[in-house]
């Protein structure tokens, strides 16, 4: 899914900036940086901490076992490398603290990885069935715009967590909007992004994304299993947002 060869970016202005933290807004409380291999670790057990609370994640672990952070720290694993080094996924920082309180994961949307499609094809593996589901949305946005398919014109906005102490802070917004702003000096035609839960929804819909793709999960089969059958409202509601950039 995620391979850092994969990717030709588009302009110079995309670096390497792990010599220099790029600071791209600064408040009392936080500064927001480009995330660089520094805050590799740290950024991936925030994600992991965000998404071990998720509504789908939380289904799956009602539906299989209970997912822990190992199962995160594999699915990262294969595109923690380009996050951390494409200079599109943005971070913030307790000025305090020094601590990572913000990750908002950037990647090209048409990235491959066949090892990661084969790990994820073993139906024992917990990510098994959510994989098939992202994958199916793939195939069908593609299908209402054929521009999603082109390597190297469209970001996807993947993984977006803040802690849990620093929520309400509008700090997923202010991650989202400088990402968007990199992203759009960056040459890339579009951006997009896969909402899975009301919080993402909410947070597309303020910045002007177009919803071009909704699905109720409770009515979504595969393997002839509706897996996300008992997803509470209103997180039952899957969205995928676009926003042209040219």
């Known amino acids: 899914m995620y391979n850092s060869n994969s990717i030709s970016l588009n302009s110079n202005f995309l670096k390497n900036h792990n010599s220099n933290k790029e600071i791209l807004f600064e408040n009392s409380d936080l500064t927001y940086e480009i995330l660089t291999f520094a805050d590799k670790q ?8 965000a998404f071990h609370e998720e509504p789908l994640t939380i289904q799956i672990s009602n539906q299989l076992r209970k997912v822990d952070f190992a199962d995160f720290d ?10 951390c080094s494409n200079g599109l996924s943005v971070v913030a920082r307790s000025k305090q603290t ?13 990235f491959f990885d066949q090892k990661f499609f084969d790990f994820y094809a073993d139906k024992n593996q917990i990510f098994h069935n959510l994989i098939g589901f992202l994958h ?9 715009n054929t521009d999603l ?7 996807d906005i993947g993984f977006l967590a803040v802690h849990t102490e620093f929520r309400g802070k509008r700090i997923s917004n202010r991650l989202v909007e400088l990402s968007v702003e990199l992203i759009a000096k960056s040459g890339f035609d579009y951006i997009v992004s896969e909402a899975t839960s009301i919080f993402t929804k909410k947070i597309m819909q303020s910045i002007n994304f177009e919803c071009i793709y909704s699905i109720d999960v409770r009515r979504w089969l595969f393997e002839g299993r509706c897996f996300y059958e008992n997803m509470e409202e209103p997180h039952q509601e899957f969205t995928f947002w676009m926003k042209k950039l040219k």
């Open 42 to 49: 740290e950024s991936k057990y925030l994600v992991s901490l």
């Open 74 to 83: 594999v699915y990262i694993g294969f595109f923690l490398e380009e996050v």
């Open 98 to 110: 020094g601590k990572l309180v913000g990750v908002c994961y950037n990647m090209d949307y048409n």
């Open 136 to 144: 199916s949305i793939s195939d069908e946005v593609k299908k209402i």
């Open 149 to 155: 398919d082109k390597k190297g014109s469209v970001i």
